[in-house]
C-alpha cells in the first residue's frame, strides 16, 4: 500500500501567516502608523475601555477603530459616537482575525490619514492569541469577574500580550479576586507583561494606560 501523503496545515498556516503580519507591519512603520491589538473575554469590558481611551488620545493622535465580531455593529457604532473612525468587521463565524484580514479592515479604514489604529478582536482568549494580526503591540484585558486564575487557563494569551489591564476593579469587594495572586499568574506566563489595574466605568487606572499607549505610538512613530 502505498504511503499517505500528511500536510502540516496548522504549521504552515500559522507560517504563512507570521510572514504576512510581519509585512503587515513593515508597512505600517513606513506608514508611522501604530495598531493596537486589543483581546479578551466577551463582556470584560474592551469596548468601554477603548472609549475611555480615546476620550484621553483624541486630541493628540488621529484614531480609527476596527470592531470585530462574528455578527451586529453595535461596539462600531458605539466607537463611532465617540467621534472617532470606525468601522465593523464581521468574521463570518470566525473566532479570530489574522494579518490578511487586519490589512482589509485597514484598507476599509482607509487608515491613511491614521496615526493610532485599534483592532477590537473577537471576544475570546484562545483563538486570536494564536494569529498574528500585524499589530505593533498587544493589549489583554482580563476582568475581575472572570477570576485571577485566567493566566493559567489561557496561557498563550498572556505570553503574547505587552499589556494587561485588569478591568472592573470597582467590584473587587464582591468577588474572590486575589490581585497580587493574578500578577503573579501573569508574570508566571510573561514577565516582561506591563499589568495595569483599572475601572473603564469611573476611569481609575485609565491615564496611567493612556500613558503607556501614549509613549509606545510615539516610540514607534519616531
Known sequence: MDEVRILEIKQSVFANNDQRAELLRRELKEKRIFLLNLMSSPGSGKT????????????????????AD?????????IAATGVKSIQLHTGGMCHLDADMTRQGL??????????????????????????????????????????????KYPLMFQICDVVLINKTDVLPYFDFDM?????NIRMRNPNARVIPICAKTGE????????LRA????WRG
Open 48 to 67: 468601554t475601555t477603548l472609549t475611555r481611551t480615546i476620550e484621553r488620545l483624541r486630541d493628540e493622535f488621529k484614531i480609527g477603530v476596527m470592531e
Open 70 to 78: 462574528i455578527d451586529s455593529d453595535v461596539d462600531a457604532r458605539t
Open 107 to 152: 484598507d476599509g479604514l482607509a487608515a491613511g490619514d491614521v496615526e493610532l489604529a485599534v483592532l477590537e478582536n473577537v471576544g475570546n482568549l484562545v483563538c486570536p492569541a494564536e494569529f498574528d494580526t500585524g499589530a505593533v503591540k498587544n493589549a489583554a484585558i482580563l476582568s475581575v469577574p472572570e477570576g485571577d486564575d485566567k493566566p493559567l
Open 180 to 184: 497580587e495572586k493574578c500578577r503573579e
Open 205 to 212: 487606572g485609565v491615564d496611567e494606560w493612556a500613558d503607556w
Open 216 to 219: 509606545e505610538v510615539k516610540a
